[in-house]
């Protein structure tokens, strides 16, 4: 594994509450991305980061904010967590060129009552 | 939308059996990859095939690609019962920084 760490790995949370999960790498990677992983819909891309303070969004934004104010740490943020947030989230990063192979993070697992 | 659509959505073979997957996309590419994810764990990376190449190997993985038809398949031969996983096939396009993914094939090799 290439040095990705998310926090938390796991999560219960109760809707209309703020939610920040964690994505750390160690790699000095450029492009950093966050997806959410639900039955049926493969990996769907929620934001993306493609430098310092550089953000744009994915096909799944609505509800998510992202930051990255340093290299190695990329956060997402659910502002009022709703039911239909309840997934797997992974994060994501690639040096060079964005068209290279990502390294994964193990995932967090969010379950929003 | 998803870029890539695997097909079969689930494969069940016998242990030493070869097991095909096939991808589908729409758009022009730069480049299609493979990943694997095993049950409760992060994607990891196979092999990346450019939209030049037609054929790429790594060990006893074989990746084809044919832009003409906006396809590729992924054949692991010999498989093992370590093989059981799901398998996803991503699509990074001409302009963009990003990679889609398609929806997966989950592979079940039985001892």
């Known amino acids: 594994d290439a040095g990705i760490t998310q926090s938390p790995r796991h999560k219960v949370t109760e809707t209309g509450t703020p939610v920040t999960l964690r994505c750390h790498q160690t790699?000095?990677?450029?492009?950093m991305y966050w997806y959410r992983q639900d039955p049926g819909h493969g990996l769907r891309l929620i934001h993306y980061?493609?430098?310092?303070?550089?953000?744009d969004k994915g096909e799944v934004s609505d509800g998510y904010s992202v930051s990255r104010s340093k290299t190695e740490d990329f956060l997402l943020t659910l502002e009022s967590a709703t039911s239909s947030q309840t997934s797997v989230y992974f994060c994501?990063?690639?040096?060079?060129?964005?068209?290279?192979?990502?390294?994964f993070g193990p995932g967090t697992r969010l379950t929003v009552l | 939308s998803q870029q890539g659509e695997e097909d079969p959505q689930a494969l069940s073979i016998q242990e030493g059996e070869n097991a095909t997957m096939n991808c589908s996309y729409k758009t022009s590419i730069n480049n299609l990859q493979w990943y694997r994810q095993n049950s409760g764990r992060g994607l990891v990376h196979l092999i990346l095939i450019r939209s030049n190449e037609r054929e790429k190997h790594s060990g006893r993985l074989r990746v084809t690609l044919d832009t003409s038809k906006k396809s590729s398949s992924l054949l692991i031969t010999a498989s093992r019962a370590a093989d059981t996983a799901s398998y996803f096939c991503?699509?990074?396009?001409?302009?963009?920084?990003?990679?889609?993914f398609g929806s997966g094939t989950r592979l079940l090799v039985r001892p």
């Open positions: 994501a990063s690639t040096s060079g060129s964005a068209y290279n192979e990502q390294f």
């Open positions: 980061s493609y430098g310092v303070k550089d953000t």
């Open positions: 991503a699509t990074a396009g001409d302009s963009s920084y990003k990679l889609i």
């Open positions: 790699e000095n990677h450029r492009y």
